[in-house]
């Protein structure tokens, strides 16, 4: 099984992407993340949407349909979803009803420097996925708030109860995958 790591941050040294790493490497024998950089995404053109579609995008979206799950990663810019993460989802939100990202299953997880941890752009998170029939992972939110406080210099996961949390959020988020039929 395929599935695709979204982060919506592009920092270098992004806690988001670290959470999406350690979650891959969590994730079980048959199992492979790919994680996407979106930073060479172009803003979402109406103009530039038709047969051919930027190159950047049609990688986007190739891997998309070719993953079984989609597992996003955010941070929270003010208390939303980052732009960069919305101007992806925006491009393959088309065809509407019809885009690769209707009816694939997808988690959602934060990593946050907030106490907060993210709760607030999950929510957003949530409603633009609902608006493109992104079925989500019906759980808990997995948050990570302080996160500045949870990773040593090399990108690791040193907080264990977070580790705690996260492996049962991915057992259920992958048996849930499974019982949607991907």
Same mark, same amino acid.
């Given at each position: 099984?395929?599935?695709?790591?979204?982060? *919506?941050?592009?920092?270098a *040294?992004?806690y988001?992407?670290?959470?999406?790493?350690?979650?891959?490497?969590?994730?079980?024998? *048959?199992?492979?993340?790919?994680?996407h950089?979106?930073s060479?995404?172009?803003?979402?053109?109406?103009s530039l949407?038709?047969?051919v579609?930027?190159? %950047?995008?049609?990688?986007?979206l190739e891997?998309?349909?070719?993953?079984?799950?989609?597992?996003?990663?955010?941070?929270?810019?003010?208390?939303?979803?980052? *732009?960069?993460?919305k101007?992806?989802?925006d491009?393959?939100?088309?065809?509407a009803?019809?885009s +690769?990202l209707?009816?694939?299953?997808a988690?959602?997880?934060?990593a946050?420097?907030?106490? +907060?941890?993210g709760a607030?752009?999950q929510a957003h998170?949530?409603d633009?996925?609902?608006?493109?029939l992104? %079925? +989500?992972?019906?759980? %808990?939110?997995?948050?990570l708030p302080?996160?500045?406080?949870?990773?040593d210099?090399?990108? +690791?996961?040193?907080?264990?109860a977070?580790?705690?949390?996260?492996?049962?959020?991915l057992?259920?988020?992958l048996?849930?995958?499974?019982?949607?039929g991907?």
């Amino acid at each position: 099984m395929k599935v695709l790591g979204i982060s *919506g941050s592009l920092r270098a *040294g992004s806690y988001n992407g670290a959470l999406l790493r350690i979650a891959g490497q969590r994730l079980g024998d *048959g199992i492979r993340l790919e994680i996407h950089d979106l930073s060479a995404i172009p803003l979402y053109d109406a103009s530039l949407d038709g047969e051919v579609k930027p190159e %950047p995008v049609r990688t986007l979206l190739e891997a998309i349909a070719s993953s079984q799950a989609l597992l996003f990663a955010t941070p929270e810019y003010n208390y939303s979803i980052p *732009g960069v993460l919305k101007n992806a989802i925006d491009w393959a939100s088309r065809p509407a009803y019809a885009s +690769v990202l209707a009816n694939r299953p997808a988690g959602i997880l934060s990593a946050s420097m907030s106490a +907060v941890g993210g709760a607030r752009a999950q929510a957003h998170l949530r409603d633009v996925l609902a608006a493109t029939l992104t %079925p +989500v992972y019906p759980s %808990p939110d997995f948050l990570l708030p302080m996160a500045q406080n949870a990773f040593d210099d090399q990108g +690791v996961l040193q907080d264990e109860a977070a580790l705690a949390r996260l492996e049962p959020y991915l057992r259920g988020f992958l048996d849930w995958v499974i019982a949607h039929g991907r």
